[in-house]
């Protein structure tokens, strides 16, 4: 069998799903951010598993943006049942600022992970960076 010289590039739909997972858009086993938890939202220089390079891929502030929008339409229906059932302020502070951190500190790195595939399936780089090695 000959050895081919390209690799086949998965769909943006892949891509997409892959990095929900937070990992490679390439070849889905490698992690797409630094390992670490000061990291958590630092994509990595490339694939550890594939050596696919993410350098110039770049979400800026999308992933926040799409993480206010679903954080939002999960709390906010939930303050308003808590606010038709007379609930305390103070109980309802307890239970929904947690609630958000909670939901924002998952959701973010997971938003982020599949915009940046997203990204890297269209070929959106930064100007400054070769896309080449």
């Known amino acids: 069998m ?13 891509a997409l ?4 997972r937070r990992c490679c858009p390439q070849c889905g086993r490698g992690a797409l951010f630094k390992p670490g938890w000061r990291n958590i939202l630092k994509l990595a220089d490339a694939c550890p598993h594939c050596g696919e390079r993410f350098e110039g891929i770049r979400a800026d502030d999308a992933p926040a943006y799409f993480t206010i929008l679903v954080v939002g339409h999960i709390v906010v229906p ?8 007379d609930m305390s302020t103070p109980l309802a502070i307890s239970l929904f600022l947690p609630l ?11 938003i982020k992970g599949a915009i940046a595939a997203v990204m890297w399936s269209f070929g959106l780089r930064n100007q400054d960076t070769p896309t080449e090695p």
């Not at 799903?17 to 929900?20: E, K």
């Not at 958000?100 to 997971?110: F, N, S, Y």
């Open 2 to 14: 000959p050895y081919l010289d390209t690799v086949v590039r998965p769909g943006t739909m892949t």
């Open 17 to 20: 799903l892959r990095g929900f």
């Open 78 to 85: 939930l303050m308003l049942v808590a606010e038709q059932h």
């Open 100 to 110: 958000t951190l909670v939901l924002t500190a998952v959701l973010l790195p997971t």
